[in-house]
DNA sequence: GGAACCTATTTCCTATAGGATGTTGCTTTG
DNA sequence: CAAAGCAACATCCTATAGGAAATAGGTTCC
């Protein structure tokens, strides 16, 4: 007792289900906007105190968070968030990525339906005012947009595993969305608008090769991000 | 306290960590090992009392075999295990494997080094004997032995993201095993010895067109399962 | 002056108890 | 006889308490 009574609305969202998945979604979102820094400790008592609720369901979102690949857990010795991607890690993802989305492309482009064309013509035309908003909005309204963009070629490729597959990958990535220049966003809409056009027009090829493009592309405008950075995996004791 | 006395060597190995971990590699070999039969609710009290621990462990062990994919959590109404995979499910899954073990071994045939090259011919000359042991370990044994044959070969191929992307989806397959038709283990061994010929040779588009026919023909062999097999989601209520 | 050892604190890990919710079976009514 | 409503049960979900291990700091010895 002594809990339920006068903390509504504080983390909790109106449909409220369990308790442990609304704790693995605000613990998910402290992660993604360094809240909680990469390679940081991670307090189970300190963190269900700040969330006002036991540690028991905050050990279970950490869990599931580990298996997404969000935290590490050491054996007697806690938690900790996931240092950010090293370079070598970092050339791997992409190369992976373009394995997995250049095919989901191909496959968009063979197997959407009409109805599906049209979301994703519409989707790649939406852009973000680049001038709006302060710096950290402005990268956060641009990384969703470019998120859900990938994600509709991943539905509409029919291939629910492949979609999984990718949404999984993308959590390693969305840790560096912070330091994406924003510059690029440009490109990015352009590249976008190109597979678009290659997946409405059905040519499976054409899409396959306009997603790696955009990938390869993708790559090399986060890259200067890396000589500006902290080096992954140290242990950070800030002053 | 009352339960740290006399339960030793029960489930606990010699080297323990966290009960937890324990716990989440017994509670996975039940569920490979279909003792918690597909689509079956599981009982969180039961399992503890079981395994003999308290549920908080159970319930964190839960956590992490849900984003394996392996148990389904409904909100207030518990877990339930996987069902086994739909006719769909199991193609689009060996779709995505022809996709990326593909790619993996023509990477292997790049970039291994000679002592990998060495491992894995060392491996595809490995056989199971068919007709030692009941039907039951001959099955886990071959199972393993293809399972550790693919992963050798994800490992070689130098991209830890893709090693651990098919190693996640292994975890569908293995679901699985015990439906495999045995019958197929010696056209499975000799496929092996091509894709390890063609990795030796350094031939990445020969290894590559070596895993997608494999996979192929593994596809084929499991097929005939589905006809035997009850209706995926079914909630048999047994005799 | 440096390194190793010991002690104290913090933190994690597990067990237990109680409240809220979903589910199931039975009863009642049309 | 069927369907809807109700009640009892089982189960999940969350909170709290206590024991064990690891870490950090201080002290002592070389």
Not at 17 to 24: G, I, N
Not at 49 to 66: G, H, I, K, M, N
Not at 171 to 196: C, D, K, M
């Amino acid at each position: 007792m002594a809990q339920q009574a006068g903390r509504e609305g504080r983390l909790r969202p109106a449909r409220r289900l369990t308790l442990a998945d609304d704790v693995y979604e605000s613990i998910k979102t402290l992660v993604m906007d360094h809240i909680l820094p990469p390679g940081e400790r991670v307090n189970i008592d300190a963190l269900a105190r700040e969330l006002d609720v036991s540690p028991t369901p905050v050990r279970e979102a950490l869990a599931r968070l580990e298996a997404d690949g969000l935290v590490r857990k050491r054996p007697l010795s806690g938690y900790t968030t996931t240092p950010l991607l090293s370079r070598a890690e970092f050339d791997d993802l992409f190369e992976v990525r373009q394995l997995l989305e250049g095919a989901t492309a191909g496959r968009a482009a063979t197997y959407a339906s009409a109805e599906a064309r049209q979301r994703i013509s519409v989707e790649a035309a939406a852009r973000i005012d680049v001038e709006s908003g302060d710096g950290y909005r402005r990268h956060a309204a641009f990384t969703a947009l470019d998120a859900k963009f990938h994600d509709l070629i991943a539905e509409v490729a029919g291939s629910p595993l492949l979609r999984d597959t990718i949404t999984r990958l993308h959590s390693h990535l969305h840790l560096h969305r912070l330091y994406f220049p924003i510059a690029g966003a440009p490109a990015t809409n352009s590249e976008h608008q190109r597979i678009a056009a290659a997946i409405v027009a059905g040519d499976a090829t054409a899409a396959t090769e306009a997603m790696r493009a955009h990938l390869s592309a993708a790559r090399e405008r986060h890259l200067p991000a890396f000589d500006q950075l902290p080096t992954p995996g140290t242990p950070r004791d800030s002053a």
